[in-house]
């Protein structure tokens, strides 16, 4: 493939991302799963007849899983796998989900979109809480992942409304950064340094430099966890600059 193709690709991904997240609802129906409602801490790749598929709905249709209607199903495959999510929602009645398409295959995406994060939103009566939160940040300029709504059916039982949110993964680090999407993504747990709050850390000496939401370098659960360049010993080094 040559540099143009790619660049063609990526923007196309880039559009069909954009469409994606502009549909106020969709439905997601997964069926023969035969897991039910078992909790999947590690994935699940989908065997047998198991099939995932995804269509428009309209918001004002009161059926909890109303059919494709005129634009039809707009995705649908049987090699996917699944996972519970969350933190507080993990054991939860109503639980978070990550669907992956395709695993390993780059080609087989959802309009641009190797994964689904469906939001169980189990801890929020107003189903809008993170829906508001990325559209306002959004809006200001502050780099946020997209939002909608998708109601889930699964093997054929309504499951209830999700809130969908964008991955972020290189895709999301090359349409908010520069550097073609080489930078450091970190993510926040109750770790070695106890429980991410965000706060701005430096020593006493006053260095910032990023070392400081590192606790010990060997353990296995540091609270910000890095999600890319893991291999390179030029990036991981939890500083705000390469060496």
């Known amino acids: 493939m040559s540099v143009a193709e790619f660049l063609e690709q990526l923007q196309q991904a880039t559009i069909d991302a954009a469409a994606f997240f502009d549909e106020p609802l969709y439905v997601v129906s997964i069926t023969d799963w035969p897991s039910g409602e078992a909790l ?3 994935p699940v790749t989908a065997s047998g007849s ?20 005129t634009k039809g199903v707009l995705f649908t495959t049987s090699t996917f796998s699944l996972k519970s999510s969350g933190n507080m929602t993990l054991y939860a009645p109503k639980r978070s989900w990550k669907v992956d398409v395709k695993p390993g295959d780059d080609d087989d995406q959802i309009l641009g979109l ?18 508001l939160a990325w559209h306002l940040f959004g809006h200001i ?12 059916a699964l093997n054929g039982a309504y499951r209830g409304l999700y809130s969908v949110i964008e991955q972020i993964d290189r895709r999301f680090l090359r349409r908010w950064f520069s550097k073609g999407g080489r930078g450091n993504v970190y993510k926040a747990y ?3 340094i106890g429980c ?6 430096q020593d006493a000496g006053g260095d910032d430099s990023g070392r400081q939401y590192l606790g010990n370098p060997a353990s296995k659960h540091p609270t910000y966890r890095l999600k890319t360049n893991k291999d390179d010993p030029d990036a991981n ?3 705000t600059s390469r060496r």
């Open 40 to 42: 999947l801490k590690e």
């Open 50 to 69: 198991a099939r995932i598929s995804l269509w428009p709905a309209d918001p004002a249709d009161q059926r909890h899983i109303p059919s494709p209607g």
């Open 114 to 131: 190797k994964r689904l994060n469906l939001k169980s939103m189990y801890n929020d009566p107003s189903q809008m809480r993170e829906a």
């Open 141 to 152: 300029g502050i780099p946020a992942a997209r939002h909608t709504y998708a109601r889930v």
């Open 190 to 192: 109750c770790g070695d």
């Open 196 to 201: 991410a709050t965000l706060e701005y850390r």
């Open 237 to 239: 080094t939890y500083t």
